[in-house]
């Protein structure tokens, strides 16, 4: 079983561009995460998505940061315009389902702002 | 609300022996999981082992087993015949009905030659 693919890997940028990752989940997989980890600290849920629906965005920085997952499966995650705090790890994770599932987590895109 | 707790940042084992990495929680859940991940420096977070809450049986997984004390709200992992490739960031994470992960701040663990 193929598991969670993100790309890029590597993104360096200059602050006030823009830029985009994408993510394909486990097949089957009915939950998209999308988290942010800054170096030294634990992940931190930006959104969750169940098929092509949001369930949780409330840590997401509208301003500038923006999530789809328009066919229920793959996902892209925008920022826009990206600030120099924005430089992470940004993590795609999948769950069969809601609820008490085991969130399984892609290789992750490191972002530099520069 | 849950909480999580690490409260060694770093720990150093010498290979082929064996490690214990702690963990404490709280939940007012009754129903929950409760994980370890691993993350080296590529950043992936890998999963380790799981531990569903109902369950009174220690989960294993080859060198990799847990001490799970529900009463107690502890979690620790257990390493067994250290490799060098063990040597990451370990994460103890705890989920309840609500699909939320939450971390704990993670432990750096050494692996010596």
């Known amino acids: 079983e193929a598991g969670v693919a993100q790309s890029p890997r590597y993104k360096i940028i200059e602050k006030r561009q823009s830029v985009a990752f994408w993510c394909n989940p486990i097949?089957?997989?009915?939950?998209l995460y999308w988290y942010q980890q800054i170096l030294g600290q634990g992940p931190k849920l930006l959104i969750q998505?169940?098929?092509?629906?949001?369930?949780?965005d409330s840590q997401l920085p509208k301003d500038r940061f923006s999530a789809e997952r328009l066919k229920g499966v793959d996902s892209t995650l925008k920022i826009q315009p990206a600030k120099l705090e924005d430089s992470a790890v940004y993590l795609c994770?999948?769950?069969?389902?809601?609820?008490?599932?085991?969130?399984?987590f892609g290789p992750g895109t490191r972002l530099l702002v520069l | 609300a849950q909480t999580v707790t690490q409260s060694q940042p770093e720990m150093s084992v010498q290979e082929a022996e064996t490690v214990t990495l702690s963990c404490t929680y709280d939940t007012s859940e009754s129903d929950y999981y409760l994980f370890w991940y691993k993350q080296p420096p590529s950043r992936q977070m890998i999963l380790v082992i799981r531990?569903?809450?109902?369950?009174?049986q220690n989960a294993t997984e080859n060198r990799f087993s847990v001490n799970f004390q529900k009463a107690a709200k502890s979690f620790s992992l257990k390493i067994s015949d250290s490799q060098l490739g063990d040597a990451a960031m370990y994460f103890c994470?705890?989920?309840?009905?609500?699909?939320?992960?939450?971390f704990g701040k993670g432990i750096t663990l050494s692996v010596r030659p």
């Open positions: 994470v705890l989920t309840g009905a609500n699909s939320k992960l939450t």
């Open positions: 097949s089957g997989h009915a939950t």
């Open positions: 531990q569903e809450a109902y369950k009174q």
């Open positions: 994770a999948s769950s069969r389902d809601r609820g008490l599932e085991t969130q399984y």
């Open positions: 998505f169940q098929n092509n629906g949001v369930v949780d």
